[in-house]
């Protein structure tokens, strides 16, 4: 046994993908026991560099040791017998899988061909206690929350004995009180002598469980502090290279006119006989931005559906600038005034497999300006998406010729507020926008969303962020199981109180006016 103190070290490496270098002479070295940070803005070269250590790239230079000795991690395999295990940002699971058979999916122990089940629910079982991951084995991955399905891939990577785990933004899909959670699960594993490295760009969770943090920016090291003896705006400056405001700058709303009405809207839910918005009414007026907040699954997925048109009303009417658009579908909303940052980029905000520019231009390619009887005016489409992607800095290695799906998930995501928030709008809808953002996006999107209220945009904002509750909006509504609970002023309301009416637990009596 090597004397190292590190478990892993990553000595000098460097990525390259086309003309972009991912990582350019990176070392990262983990201590055993530790909870390692690593921080950067989107498309700083974390992931790439977690999944070269992981097996999915080969670097072009530098070397890779673990207690002290060399080795080579050529695929995925590999890493496994090095003890290292990785939970994606976007899960691989297999949807129609149960939880237990993507546990041991690969792994199987089987006798004469059969597959030994009941010793695998065993072993399953004992880890799921030992740390708190509590699952149902039986439970399918399409019907169980995306919480459920990271302590999936959690017991998966715990299934095979790894010491060396990995977790690539783990909360970004998270609520607030499973963020919670896996922090506590991250800190009992690290009790357990494992060693864990931690992509993120929330300052909070790095100041909450992170032991040292080592800093990217722009696919260079920046350097590696201890959590202990750091502050979170010299984090913040270390990763986007000047200070941040974590403070939105806002003038008070001027409501105008009403822009969307909601009166007695109802959804059904898929999963029960329940409705998954029940009889809410409410009105966001021109030049005011108006927050939905709530625990994860209380209905506002479904409102944001109904709003957008992804998914049928069952009663109650949806109004527009004073047109009823309950029953109209999604282009004549588009075309009438609405833009809809959605909550899941993948499945609803991009093409995956199209172009940056193809999917810059997917809202707007019938107008004028970018087809001419029926054929796209490639050269103006093409300028539109190079002007979206200076203005709002989205990264990628081949430009506005780089596939969605090749792009970091940050990057994703910031393409497609720029192109919503581009579209000339009377309202937008914006549910998670700053979902998988680091510090300096989301304060760039938060003055663009702010510029549209000012403007006179009607903003709607779903999220579970609470700071990006209480800093963005003029009026808080929030939801608890499918109806409006509590209509709260972020003037004068706190994050304790707020989470009494998001817990169900007070309720406000009085409808609201107007």
Same mark, same amino acid.
């Given at each position: 046994?090597?004397?190292?103190?590190?478990?892993?070290?990553?000595?000098?490496?460097?990525?390259?993908?086309?003309?972009?270098?991912?990582?350019?002479?990176?070392?990262?070295?983990?201590?055993?026991?530790?909870?390692?940070?690593?921080?950067?803005?989107?498309?700083? /070269?974390?992931?790439?560099?977690?999944? *070269? $250590?992981?097996? +999915? &790239?080969?670097?072009? %230079?530098?070397? =890779?040791?673990?207690?002290?000795?060399?080795?080579?991690?050529?695929?995925?395999?590999?890493?496994?017998?090095?003890?290292?295990?990785?939970?994606?940002?976007?899960?691989?699971?297999?949807?129609?899988?149960?939880?237990?058979?993507?546990?041991?999916?690969?792994?199987?122990?089987?006798?004469?061909?059969?597959?030994?089940?009941?010793?695998?629910?065993?072993?399953?079982?004992?880890?799921?206690?030992?740390?708190?991951?509590?699952?149902?084995?039986?439970?399918?991955?399409?019907?169980?929350?995306? /919480?459920?399905?990271?302590?999936?891939? *959690? $017991?998966?990577? +715990? &299934?095979?004995?790894? %010491?060396?785990? =990995?977790?690539?933004?783990?909360?970004?899909?998270?609520?607030?009180?499973?963020?919670?959670?896996?922090?506590?699960?991250?800190?009992?594993?690290?009790?357990?002598?494992?060693?864990?490295?931690?992509?993120?760009?929330?300052?909070?969770?790095?100041?909450?469980?992170?032991?040292?943090?080592?800093?990217?920016?722009?696919?260079?090291?920046?350097?590696?502090?201890?959590?202990?003896?750091?502050?979170?705006?010299?984090?913040?400056?270390?990763?986007?290279?000047?200070?941040?405001?974590?403070?939105?700058?806002?003038?008070?709303?001027?409501?105008?006119?009403?822009? +969307?009405?909601?009166?007695?809207?109802?959804?059904?839910?898929?999963?029960?006989?329940?409705?998954?918005?029940?009889?809410?009414?409410?009105?966001?007026?021109?030049?005011?931005?108006?927050?939905?907040?709530?625990?994860?699954?209380?209905?506002?997925?479904?409102?944001?559906?109904?709003?957008?048109?992804?998914?049928?009303?069952?009663?109650?009417?949806?109004?527009?600038?004073?047109?009823?658009?309950?029953?109209?579908?999604?282009?004549?909303?588009?075309?009438?005034?609405?833009?809809?940052?959605?909550?899941?980029?993948?499945?609803?905000?991009?093409?995956?497999?199209?172009?940056?520019?193809?999917?810059?231009? +997917?809202?707007?390619?019938?107008?004028?300006?970018?087809?001419?009887?029926?054929?796209?005016?490639?050269?103006?489409?093409?300028?539109?998406?190079?002007?979206?992607?200076?203005?709002?800095?989205?990264?990628?290695?081949?430009?506005?010729?780089?596939?969605?799906?090749?792009?970091?998930?940050?990057?994703?995501?910031?393409?497609?507020?720029?192109?919503?928030?581009?579209?000339?709008?009377?309202?937008?809808?914006?549910?998670?926008?700053?979902?998988?953002?680091?510090?300096?996006?989301?304060?760039?999107?938060?003055?663009?969303?702010?510029?549209?209220?000012?403007?006179?945009?009607?903003?709607?904002?779903?999220?579970?962020?609470?700071?990006?509750?209480?800093?963005?909006?003029?009026?808080?509504?929030?939801?608890?199981?499918?109806?409006?609970?509590?209509?709260?002023?972020?003037?004068?309301?706190?994050?304790?109180?707020?989470?009494?009416?998001?817990?169900?637990?007070?309720?406000?009596?009085?409808?609201?006016?107007?």
């Amino acid at each position: 046994m090597s004397n190292s103190p590190y478990i892993i070290e990553m000595r000098h490496i460097t990525k390259v993908f086309g003309t972009n270098r991912a990582n350019d002479d990176i070392t990262l070295q983990l201590k055993k026991g530790e909870i390692h940070a690593l921080l950067g803005e989107n498309g700083a /070269g974390k992931s790439t560099l977690m999944s *070269i $250590l992981f097996g +999915l &790239y080969d670097p072009d %230079e530098g070397e =890779i040791y673990k207690n002290g000795e060399k080795v080579t991690i050529k695929d995925p395999n590999d890493a496994t017998a090095l003890g290292i295990g990785m939970v994606h940002q976007h899960f691989k699971l297999v949807e129609c899988f149960s939880v237990l058979d993507n546990i041991i999916l690969g792994e199987e122990d089987t006798r004469m061909g059969f597959l030994q089940k009941k010793t695998a629910r065993a072993k399953v079982k004992e880890l799921s206690d030992k740390y708190g991951l509590y699952v149902d084995p039986d439970a399918i991955i399409e019907d169980i929350t995306v /919480g459920m399905q990271q302590r999936t891939e *959690i $017991l998966k990577m +715990l &299934y095979r004995d790894n %010491e060396i785990l =990995i977790f690539d933004e783990p909360t970004a899909v998270l609520t607030p009180q499973e963020i919670d959670e896996l922090m506590q699960i991250m800190k009992n594993l690290a009790a357990e002598g494992k060693s864990i490295l931690f992509i993120t760009h929330k300052l909070n969770e790095i100041m909450e469980v992170a032991d040292r943090c080592t800093v990217l920016r722009k696919g260079k090291y920046i350097g590696t502090v201890n959590v202990a003896e750091t502050t979170k705006e010299d984090l913040s400056e270390m990763m986007v290279g000047h200070s941040v405001k974590f403070a939105v700058d806002k003038a008070p709303a001027k409501p105008g006119e009403p822009v +969307l009405e909601l009166r007695n809207l109802c959804v059904r839910s898929r999963s029960s006989h329940k409705n998954a918005v029940n009889d809410v009414s409410f009105t966001v007026h021109a030049g005011e931005i108006v927050c939905i907040a709530g625990i994860d699954g209380n209905g506002q997925t479904e409102l944001g559906y109904a709003i957008t048109g992804l998914e049928k009303a069952d009663s109650g009417s949806i109004i527009m600038c004073g047109e009823d658009i309950t029953k109209k579908n999604i282009r004549y909303r588009c075309e009438h005034g609405m833009s809809h940052i959605p909550e899941d980029r993948h499945k609803h905000g991009l093409i995956l497999d199209f172009t940056l520019q193809e999917n810059m231009v +997917l809202r707007r390619y019938l107008e004028p300006e970018f087809q001419k009887n029926g054929f796209i005016r490639f050269k103006e489409v093409r300028e539109y998406a190079e002007k979206l992607t200076e203005e709002f800095d989205v990264r990628s290695s081949a430009g506005v010729d780089s596939t969605a799906r090749s792009m970091s998930g940050g990057n994703q995501q910031k393409a497609v507020v720029a192109r919503e928030l581009d579209h000339d709008h009377k309202l937008l809808v914006a549910i998670q926008p700053t979902r998988g953002l680091d510090v300096g996006a989301i304060e760039f999107i938060h003055s663009e969303i702010v510029k549209k209220r000012d403007a006179g945009a009607a903003i709607l904002l779903i999220s579970l962020e609470l700071d990006e509750i209480m800093s963005l909006s003029d009026r808080i509504l929030v939801m608890y199981e499918g109806e409006i609970v509590g209509h709260l002023d972020p003037k004068t309301t706190d994050v304790k109180e707020m989470g009494l009416y998001m817990a169900g637990a007070k309720r406000d009596t009085v409808k609201e006016e107007g």
